[in-house]
């Protein structure tokens, strides 16, 4: 590990433009550890630009940031190198994907157990919390000091990814790189309140909806929920507030195995987000339809109707919850 950040770093004073991006649908780990690096790599004096398919959501405006939101034909800054964040292949980044084809100098850096190492420079630790938690180190081997704002890009990241430092992910270092992170003076107390105390009344409705829907199998082991064009339209919610719900199917007293599908972005190809708790694994389930993530945190994407799809999931979760 620690030869890869010595390499990593040549790279990083070696280059001189750089262009970050991360998954399409971003969440805070990937929308905290592209401010990051963005940060990182102004402050060796490079010219950066930050490139998604997805533009920030909502909930992350609080940063007062963005980044190019890339459309076929946008004009980019000319750039050397990439850098891919908190995602395991190069399908997952998207659109942007047709945007660095011609580049092989690819720094991948990313933490889940699925990751394909696409980059010609790869930092993949599946022990990591978060993408953030990697690039933390970065900013140590880099003798880039961490400023309140970084900080706060970095803590959103962990956080979010740890369900608020719940999840198994957490390691003694997670809580060591967090105590650093506060010892900045960032006001935590404040960030908490962004991230979950300005939720828009349209989520909420869409949440009740949702949640009103809950289905149940395999004597309440299996849980799953439907979204579909009709529940945004009746909310007014956007597709990216319901990406925590599939957490409180999960939470149900009993259920092993949760996933929420969606038909919103193409009706014939199911968006399916899948969780677990205990020792069951929706990174293998998700991997038996070319997707992935973590164990307990996982998604893919299947062709098919609704209720195929749901059938499909529901099938291979019984191989798991069944069996003992
Ligand atoms: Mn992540």
Redesign the pocket.
């Known amino acids: 590990m620690r030869k890869i950040f010595k390499d990593i770093k040549k790279i990083l004073q070696a280059g001189d433009t750089f262009l970050i991006t991360t998954h399409i649908n971003p969440d805070g ?2 929308i905290g550890s592209a401010f990051a690096m963005d940060y990182l790599l102004k402050m060796l004096g490079k010219k950066t630009v930050i490139v998604c398919q997805d533009s920030v959501p909502h909930d992350f405006a609080f940063f007062g940031k963005e980044w190019i939101q890339y459309k076929e034909g946008i004009e980019i800054p000319s750039f050397h190198y990439v850098v891919v964040l ?1 995602a395991p292949s190069l399908q997952r980044i998207g659109t942007v994907g047709k945007l660095i084809a011609n580049t092989s100098n690819i720094i991948n850096i990313d ?1 889940h157990i699925s990751n394909q190492s696409f980059g010609k420079w790869n930092i993949v630790d599946p022990h990591a919390s ?2 953030s938690e990697i690039l933390y180190t970065l900013f140590q081997e880099m003798n880039v000091s961490i400023t309140q704002e970084v900080a706060s890009f970095l803590y959103v990241a962990i956080s979010t ?1 740890t369900g608020s430092f719940r999840y198994q992910n957490i390691t003694p270092m997670t809580h060591t790189i967090v105590a650093e992170l506060i010892r900045t003076g960032v006001d935590v107390s404040a960030l908490n309140e962004q991230l979950y105390s300005q939720v828009p009344v349209g989520k909420v409705k869409l949440f009740a909806l949702l949640m009103n829907k809950v289905q149940l199998t395999c004597d309440g082991t299996i849980a799953w929920s439907v979204l579909t064009n009709e529940e945004l339209a009746a909310t007014g919610a956007q597709l990216s507030d319901a990406d925590g719900f599939v957490n409180v199917l999960r939470d149900i007293e009993k259920v092993k195995i949760a996933f929420m599908v969606s038909n919103v972005q193409n009706p014939s190809v199911i968006k399916a987000s899948l969780r677990s708790k205990g020792k069951y694994d929706v990174n293998t389930l998700a991997g038996s339809f070319n997707g992935g993530g973590h164990a307990k945190a996982a998604g893919c994407t299947i062709k098919g109707t609704v209720d195929e799809v749901v059938k499909k999931i529901i099938h291979k979760a019984k191989e798991q919850v069944v069996q003992e």
């Open positions: 780990d990937g908190d933490h978060s993408c990814d």
